[in-house]
């Protein structure tokens, strides 16, 4: 089903292997303000191309990478390759090292309704025209998006595993996660892989804004280009790809900040609650995540005077709306944004969708510091999803609520980059 290819990377010149660390950036959609203007001081960092700042980004982007051509900053490999992407890291409060086994390859793009690409998040207008907009300049794939392959003989990590034994590069980057690099060039390698993957479906992790950007340029360019044959650069997407049986694979919660909660004081908020909730005070704040740890339908409530954990009670899940396909109904975070937010907050789910209304927090510790400093007025902690209720909302065509997973870690831009340009592809 999926059809995968190898491609010739662009990657800076040996003479930077010592570097990396200074010229890889974060993806687009997760690096902060601060972070973004600490990056843009070093004028070869990978944000540049990534994340072009001006009136014409999309413009900008382009002169620096031909600029960066000609100078020989990036270099393209001789032959097409399939590169092997290792990422070494540990979760907080453990010292356990997991490793993250992947490969970045071209995918052919494929309409949503296809059904080989799955995807579990909406996405936002804006930031795909901006996506399209630097992609027609620029004709490179400046990150992978993050696809999710079911291998559970784990038959690809094996071919995997025997790449990484000779690496290209390797860096630390801004998660304090290594980075590890390497190529097949072995065209029966490359075979066998780009044959393993072509029964699979593909889940989208992450990176739906960048997928539709490419997904709405080949429409583009499809329906102005006569002699239009499929293999074209531009029918293609670059991916890194994992397998969801793999213990390196790792979904992290992502809590919820209310702002202002239409002003409901803790005792009315908790009446409220109490309708479909057992709302339990707790001693301490910090004690929340092992309170509420592997609990279905339970979730930690941090509001300035108090902790809590909230319940749902029994019978009261039919107060979710029917109208809901039932992976999305089953789901925590459905039950927050509908039986908490909507029901018990009056908030309304167009509401919640505001950004002075509902903030995403993923470190415990900072939704704790910002009920404490005033800069929300409550926070909820919630548990991750499982990879399982993942992929039962893609096979049902639904998606989830707003920032409902977190795949760590991140892919870092920098290590490589694609072109969709049909003398380079």
């Known amino acids: 089903m999926a059809e995968i290819r190898p491609f010739r990377a662009w ?8 570097r990396l660390d200074e010229l890889t950036s974060p993806l687009f959609d997760v690096v902060d303000n601060e972070q973004r203007e600490i990056l843009y001081q070093n004028p070869l960092n990978s944000i540049h191309l990534s994340v072009p700042r001006g009136s014409d980004p999309g413009r900008r982007a382009n002169g620096i990478l ?7 900053i990036i270099i393209q490999d001789d032959v097409p390759a399939i590169y092997v992407y290792y990422q070494y890291f540990s979760l907080p409060g453990s010292a356990h090292t997991y490793c993250r086994k992947g490969f970045i390859a071209h995918l052919r793009i494929y309409d949503w309704t296809e059904n080989v690409l799955l995807r579990h998040e909406s996405t936002l207008p804006f930031s795909v025209e901006d996506r399209v907009s630097v992609l ?19 038959e690809i990590e094996d071919l995997l595993d025997q790449s990484m034994a000779t690496p290209l590069s390797e860096a630390v ?4 996660v290594r980075d590890v690099l390497s190529v097949i060039s072995d065209p029966i390698v ?10 699979r479906q593909i889940i989208l992790a992450d990176g739906h804004h960048r997928y539709e950007g490419s997904l709405q340029y080949m429409n583009r360019k499809k329906s102005t280009n006569p002699r239009h044959s499929g293999n074209e650069g531009y029918n293609f997407h670059l991916m890194y790809f994992t397998n969801t049986e793999s213990p390196g694979l790792r979904i992290l919660p992502t809590h919820r900040l209310v702002f202002h909660g239409n002003g409901l004081s ?12 057992h709302c339990e005070p707790i001693g301490k704040a910090v004690d929340i995540p092992q309170e509420i740890a592997g609990k279905k339908w339970t979730f930690g409530l941090i509001t300035k005077d108090g902790a809590y954990t909230i319940r749902l009670k029994a019978g009261r899940h039919s107060q979710m709306p029917h109208s809901l396909p039932d992976s999305i109904r089953k789901l925590d975070l459905s039950l927050l944004h509908h039986l908490v937010f909507e029901k018990s907050m009056g908030l309304s789910m167009d509401t919640q969708l505001a950004p002075d209304q509902l903030g995403f927090e ?24 499982e990879i399982d209720e993942v992929r039962k909302v893609c096979v049902s065509g639904a998606t989830l609520p707003p920032k409902s997973t977190y795949f760590y870690p991140k892919v870092i831009c920098g290590f490589l980059f694609s072109s969709i340009r049909d003398d380079e592809s």
């Not at 400046?142 to 784990?154: I, K």
């Not at 009315?268 to 479909?276: C, G, M, Y």
């Not at 910002?370 to 909820?380: K, L, S, T």
Request: hydrophobic share 35%.
């Open 11 to 18: 990657r800076y010149g040996n003479q930077f292997s010592s």
């Open 190 to 199: 490359i075979l066998q892989i780009c044959r393993l993957m072509s029964d």
């Open 66 to 72: 031909q600029k960066w051509k000609e100078e020989k």
């Open 362 to 385: 993923r470190d415990f510790h900072a939704c704790v510091m910002a009920v404490n400093n005033h800069r929300a007025r409550y926070a909820f902690i919630t548990n991750a999803l």
């Open 136 to 154: 027609d300049e620029t004709r490179l794939n400046t990150s992978p998006t993050h696809g999710l392959y079911a291998d559970p003989l784990h």
């Open 266 to 277: 803790d005792d009315v908020l908790l009446n409220k609650l109490s309708v479909d909730f």
């Open 173 to 176: 980057d801004y998660q304090g």
